[in-house]
C-alpha cells in the first residue's frame, strides 16, 4: 500500500490547512510528516492549496510541489485520498462528488472509525461565526484596528492636545484576545452541533488552525490544526484511536519567533485570530494591509500570537 516501508502505518490520517501556494506554508515539514506515517485513506480537509493567494501571483517552488507528488505517490500505491474543499480551495467545489482515480472530492463525508464511530469530516469555514454572520462588523473593526494601529501615535498627540487620558491600545487589544477565545469556542460548539445534526458521533475538522481533541456535551471535537504556524495533524490508530501528532522536527529546526514577548506578560498563543484576520481582509485589504504595514507581524505580537512564519526574515 505505501512507498514508505518504513513509514509508520495507521489507519487514517487527517490534515489541514497547509496553505500551499503561500510563502507561510511549511512544505518541508509536510512532506516529513508524509514520509514518517503512511495509511489506506487519507483526509485532506481543506485549504490545502491556497487559490486565494494563487489568484494573486504565483507562487508554487518546488517544496510544495513535492507534497502534491508524494501525497499523488501515495495514491498510486493504492491509498485513498479524500480532499475535503475549505474556502481557501473553494475553486474545487465547483468539481464536488468528482471521483478520478483513487481521489474523491467533497465538501463534506463521514468518516467511520475502527470502532464504529462516524465522524463528520468537514473543513468548518461555513460555521466561521465571524465570517458568516457578520462579515461587514468583523470587516470595519478590522479596518479600525489597523488604522489605530497606524495612527496610534498620532491619535494620542490629539488627545493630549485635548488634555483626555492616553487612549490605550494594549487594553483594546487585550480585549480583542478574550473575543478570539470566545470565537474558538462558538466554533468549536458550532461545529459539534453539526456533527449531531449529521447523527454522527463527532466531527474532524480544520480552518482555525487550533488543533484539539475533547468532547463537548458528549460528542467528539477534533481539529486537525495546520502547517503554516502549529504543523499538527490527526492519525487515527488501528482500533479507531485517534492521536494528535505535534511535528517534532520543527522544533528541532531551530526555528523562533521574531518578535518573543516575555515569557510572564504573555497571554496564550491566538494563531486562530491572525487566521481570522487574513481571511476576513478584501484581496484589496491585504494589499493595503502590505504596503503600508510591512510589519503585518505587529498585529500578532501585540496580540501574543506566534508571528506568521510568511512574516519573517528570509534566512
Ligand atoms: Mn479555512
Redesign the pocket.
Known amino acids: 500500500m505505501s512507498d514508505d516501508s518504513d513509514a509508520k502505518q495507521v489507519r487514517s490520517i487527517f490534515i489541514s ?1 497547509l496553505h500551499l501556494g503561500t510563502r507561510g506554508a511549511q512544505a518541508d515539514l509536510v512532506l516529513e510528516f508524509l514520509r514518517a506515517y503512511d495509511a489506506p485513506t487519507i483526509y485532506l480537509v ?2 490545502i492549496i491556497d487559490g486565494w493567494r494563487l489568484k494573486s501571483g504565483w507562487y508554487f517552488p518546488q517544496s510544495h510541489n513535492d507534497v502534491v507528488q508524494k501525497l499523488l505517490r501515495k495514491v498510486r500505491k493504492g491509498s485513498k485520498l479524500i480532499y475535503v474543499t ?3 480551495d473553494d475553486f474545487l467545489r465547483d468539481y464536488t462528488g468528482l471521483q478520478f482515480g483513487g481521489i474523491t472530492l467533497v465538501d463534506d463525508i463521514v468518516h467511520e472509525t475502527a470502532d464504529g464511530k462516524r465522524m463528520l469530516v468537514i ?3 461555513l460555521f466561521d461565526l465571524v465570517v458568516r454572520n457578520a462579515k461587514w462588523l468583523a470587516l470595519l473593526g478590522d479596518w479600525a484596528y489597523t488604522i489605530a494601529l497606524f495612527l496610534n501615535h498620532g491619535i494620542n498627540r490629539v488627545r493630549r492636545v485635548l488634555r483626555l487620558p492616553h487612549w490605550s491600545l494594549s487594553a483594546w487589544a487585550k480585549h480583542k484576545v478574550k473575543n478570539a477565545v470566545n470565537y474558538i469556542g462558538e466554533f468549536e460548539q458550532c461545529l459539534a452541533d453539526e456533527a449531531r445534526r449529521h447523527k454522527a458521533d463527532g466531527v474532524i475538522c ?2 482555525i488552525h487550533h488543533a484539539a481533541q475533547r468532547d463537548i456535551d458528549g460528542l467528539t471535537y477534533i481539529n486537525t490544526g495546520d502547517w503554516v504556524e502549529s504543523c499538527t495533524a490527526v492519525v487515527e490508530h488501528d482500533d479507531g484511536r485517534f492521536e494528535i501528532v505535534r511535528w517534532p522536527q520543527h522544533r528541532l529546526k531551530g526555528e523562533r519567533p521574531v518578535l518573543p514577548a516575555p515569557a510572564a506578560t504573555r497571554p496564550a498563543p491566538v494563531p486562530s485570530l491572525v ?1 481570522a484576520a487574513r ?1 476576513m481582509l478584501p484581496k484589496s485589504g491585504n494589499q493595503f494591509w502590505g504596503k503600508i504595514m510591512p510589519r503585518r507581524f505587529e498585529l500578532a505580537r501585540i496580540l501574543g500570537a506566534q508571528p506568521e512564519p510568511a512574516e519573517r526574515k528570509a534566512r
Request: proline fraction near 0%; charged fraction near 30%.
Open positions: 490547512d481543506g485549504d475549505g474556502n481557501h473543513h468548518g469555514d480544520g480552518h487566521e481571511g
